[in-house]
Every structure is written in C-alpha cells, then in structure tokens.
C-alpha cells in the first residue's frame, strides 16, 4: 500500500502560476508510475498528465501540453505538477494518483490521494 498526501492547491488569477506537490509513502516509490487528475463540478473526473517509474515518460491532456509540466523526485518520493498560464477551465479538485508498475498513461490507477483545490480566478 502507498499513502499519497497532495499539496499546494489554492486561488490564483488567470494566467498565474502554481506547483501542486504528492508526497508519496508506504511501498518503494520508484515501482510506481504516478498520475494526476482532475475533477470540476458537474463533470466526469479526467486524465490530466502521468509520469513512468523511471521520469522519463510523460503523458498529457491535450488542453494542458504546453502549460502544465509533471515530474517526480524519488529521493523526496514526491511527484509534482507545475502548472503554468493558468485558465478558469483549470479550476477543479486536482487527485495524485499511483499505478503499481504502471506506465504513466492513461488507465486503471490503484491508489488515490485525498484531491487539493484549484480555483482560477479574478
């Protein structure tokens, strides 16, 4: 089992920038492939960007390539999203997610955090 704990969610103005943080324990964090996703109001929670078990693949939404950057730091077994100009169609609960030997792509994750709030506004 891991625990995955997110951080780093909050109000910013459109356009702004902010760096979500997971923070990751229990089982060996490099066997992991690590995933974010979101969910806003009203809609169905969606791949955001996922990272492999060795950093060096990385997977997108289309509507965030460009803008929002994932990596991970497995001596701080932390995985991070930078996110960066920022619209209101990013506001939405923000999940650290990990897959046991997973790719980073898009699919069946198995362990979930508790979400960290991002709200994009003026």
């Known amino acids: 089992q891991v625990q995955l704990v997110e951080s780093g969610g909050g109000l910013v103005q459109p356009g702004g920038s902010l760096r979500l943080s997971c923070a990751a324990s229990?089982?060996?964090?490099?066997?992991?492939?690590m995933g974010w996703f979101r969910q806003a109001p009203g809609k169905e929670r969606e791949f955001v960007a996922g990272i492999n078990t060795s950093g060096f693949s990385t997977y997108y939404l289309d509507s965030v390539k460009g803008r929002f950057t994932i990596s991970r730091d497995i001596a701080k077994r932390t995985v991070y999203l930078q996110m960066n100009s920022l619209k209101p169609e990013d506001t939405a609960v923000y999940y650290c997610a990990a897959k046991l030997y997973g790719t980073g792509a898009k699919g069946d994750y198995d362990y979930w955090g508790q979400g960290t709030q991002v709200t994009v506004s003026s």
């Open positions: 229990g089982r060996t964090f490099s066997s992991f492939a």
